[in-house]
T-cell receptor
């Protein structure tokens, strides 16, 4: 059963703590992405990776970090430097066709709340 | 910015009616994609239209692209209550392997 999974579904964090959101895919996709979605808004790109051991900053990378040690996995760490981390976080993956972005497949999301 | 701007922000229609959503953008593109998001869920890809295409169909969905006006529209025909969701356009730029999403249109289909 191919797909992209995210865990946990809900996450609560105290101020000053780092938390790591998991994203795993078994679609054999090369590229993976992390987005942040705030209420009533579209998605904003945090980080993306097109190949193992390489990743690029998106539009709102400050306060976040990622790693890409395996093709299947792209965890996102929300650090204490992120001033307003409460949001819905979405992970996606896609094939890489040249330098053009095709269809992206999304996970179910993680809702992070800072207490 | 390449970000798509969507219009209207919200749309409420009766079941069986058609729903039209529009997306405008500012720079040249390689492709434009439409996604659907049910409340609290991940996004689902609906359709991709390339810059050299003018119209594409998928079931009850029809997408048009006018690159001279830098705009696209998504038409959902014979809408159903299950079509209630947020719909986003996403711009695939000429360079780089990433998408830029619009703020979305909230569609409510009343039964």
């Amino acid at each position: 059963d191919g797909g992209i999974t995210q865990s946990p579904k809900y996450l609560f964090r105290k101020e000053g703590q780092n938390v790591t959101l998991s994203c795993e895919q078994n679609l054999n996709h090369d590229a993976m992405y992390w987005y942040r979605q705030d209420p009533g808004q579209g998605l904003r790109l945090i980080y993306y990776s097109q190949i193992v051991n390489d990743f690029q900053k998106g539009d709102i990378a400050e306060g976040y970090s990622v790693s890409r040690e395996k093709k299947e996995s792209f965890p996102l760490t929300v650090t204490s430097a992120q001033k307003n981390p409460t949001a819905f976080y979405l992970c996606a993956s896609s094939f890489v066709t040249g330098q053009r972005t095709g269809e992206q497949f999304f996970g179910p999301g993680t809702r992070l709340t800072v207490l | 910015s390449q970000q798509g701007e969507e219009d209207p922000q919200a749309l409420s229609i009766q079941e069986g009616e058609n729903a039209t959503m529009n997306c405008s953008y500012k720079t040249s593109i390689n492709n434009l994609q439409w996604y659907r998001q049910n409340s609290g869920r991940g996004l689902v890809h609906l359709i991709l239209i390339r810059s050299n295409e003018r119209e594409k169909h998928s079931g009850r969905l029809r997408v048009t692209l006018d690159t001279s006006k830098k705009s696209s529209s998504l038409l959902i025909t014979a809408s159903r209550a299950a079509d209630t969701a947020s719909y986003f356009c996403a711009i695939g730029g000429e360079y780089g392997n990433k998408l830029v999403f619009g703020a979305g249109t909230i569609l409510r289909v009343k039964s």
